[in-house]
């Protein structure tokens, strides 16, 4: 089983920075291939915002890309979401994300409780 709990949402202003975090616990979370981040917007579906691999290789949606950076801290399994140069098109419930292969076709999806960012213009 896998937790994962996030932190570091809020209310900023266009322009500004915010740092999001997930830690993530329990007995499988050694077994975890990928961690990343989606958010969802009332009148949108749940997108992908950025993706890291056990590998280290990473992947932004277009819309975030230069702006928004993922990173791992493996010691403390935790994985954070740095928003740089926030848009009032980035206010969403950010959900952090973790799979765990199981076959080639299959893993378990983790989900955390979700975080809000709203950025005012």
């Known amino acids: 089983q896998v937790q994962l709990v996030e932190s570091g949402g809020g209310l900023v202003q266009a322009w500004g920075s915010l740092r999001l975090s997930c830690a993530a616990s329990?007995?499988?979370?050694?077994?975890?291939?990928?961690m990343g981040w989606y958010r969802q917007s009332p009148g949108k579906q749940r997108e992908l915002v950025a993706a890291?691999?056990?590998?280290?290789?990473?992947n932004y949606a277009d819309s975030v890309k230069g702006r928004f950076t993922i990173s791992r801290d493996n010691t403390k399994n935790t994985v954070y979401l740095q928003m740089n140069s926030l848009k009032p098109e980035d206010t969403a419930v950010y959900y952090c994300?973790?799979?765990?292969?199981?076959?080639?076709?299959?893993?378990?999806?983790?989900w955390g409780q979700g975080t809000q960012v709203t950025v005012s213009s």
């Open positions: 994300n973790a799979k765990r292969p199981l076959i080639a076709t299959l893993s378990d999806d983790y």
């Open positions: 329990g007995r499988n979370i050694f077994s975890i291939n990928a």
């Open positions: 890291i691999t056990s590998g280290g290789s990473t």
